[in-house]
């Protein structure tokens, strides 16, 4: 069974960092392109950023650009981003997805960026 | 970049049916997309992936009252027999040269 279980999030400061963690379990991971979703309170699904399963090619939504960065360890079947330059508009619960089409997903973990 | 345009709401009685539609826009009408579910207070369900052939291929577990089909630049969701646990948000999503993007998404309730 694909579990994928997402930490790292919280309450953190306008202009601050944050580094969310995907612990992925029951596949092979290194085979799979993976990304990060958010949905903003009340709002729906953005993509935010994705990368191949060698972790070479990586991509990014114009609003993280610059921002964000994905990376993963495959020898631990774990994903990360890193979010530095936080804003407020990036409130948001953070979800971790499965290949192109998102087939499996994450619970999500809630990121809150506030004064 | 594809732009994917579904209604913000629908409704449908209990043991009825209901047709979802998502749009792509003009020059991406050949477009794959991705249907997911949402449940209240919960998160993304992939339900299917869909061609625009109308053939598509359902996420594991997925009830058979869910289908998927095609016209043009439509894709369609077709829930029969409605259960009350399909009032759900329902996103449809595509990718293009390595970015995504998700339809507005259709809130649906089991009247």
């Known amino acids: 069974e694909v579990q994928l279980l997402e930490s790292g999030g919280g309450l953190v400061q306008p202009g601050g960092s944050l580094r969310l963690s995907c612990a992925a379990s029951?596949?092979?991971?290194?085979?799979?392109?993976m990304s990060w979703v958010r949905q903003a309170p009340g709002k729906g699904l953005e993509w935010v950023s994705g990368?191949?399963?060698?972790?070479?090619?990586?991509y990014y939504a114009d609003s993280v650009k610059g921002r964000f960065s994905i990376s993963r360890d495959n020898s631990k079947n774990m994903l990360y981003l890193q979010m530095n330059s936080l804003r407020t508009d990036d409130t948001a619960v953070y979800y971790c997805?499965?290949?192109?089409?998102?087939?499996?997903w994450g619970q999500g973990t809630l990121v809150i960026v506030s004064s | 970049q594809p732009v994917l345009t579904q209604s913000s709401s629908a409704s449908a009685s209990l043991g009825s049916s209901v047709k979802l539609t998502c749009t792509l826009s003009?020059?991406?009408?050949?477009?794959?997309i991705a249907w997911h579910q949402q449940q209240p207070g919960k998160a993304p369900r992939y339900l299917m992936k869909?061609?625009?052939?109308?053939?598509?291929n359902k996420g594991s577990g997925v009830p058979d009252r869910f289908s998927g089909s095609s016209s043009g630049a439509d894709r369609y969701l077709t829930i029969s027999n409605l259960q009350s646990e399909d009032e759900a948000d329902y996103y449809c999503?595509?990718?293009?040269?390595?970015?995504?993007?998700f339809g507005g998404g259709t809130k649906l309730t089991v009247l």
């Open positions: 029951g596949f092979t991971f290194s085979n799979y392109a």
């Open positions: 999503e595509t990718w293009d040269n390595n970015s995504w993007v």
């Open positions: 003009r020059g991406h009408s050949s477009y794959m």
């Open positions: 869909l061609e625009g052939s109308g053939s598509y």
């Open positions: 990368l191949s399963g060698s972790g070479v090619l990586t």
């Open positions: 997805a499965k290949d192109r089409q998102f087939d499996d």
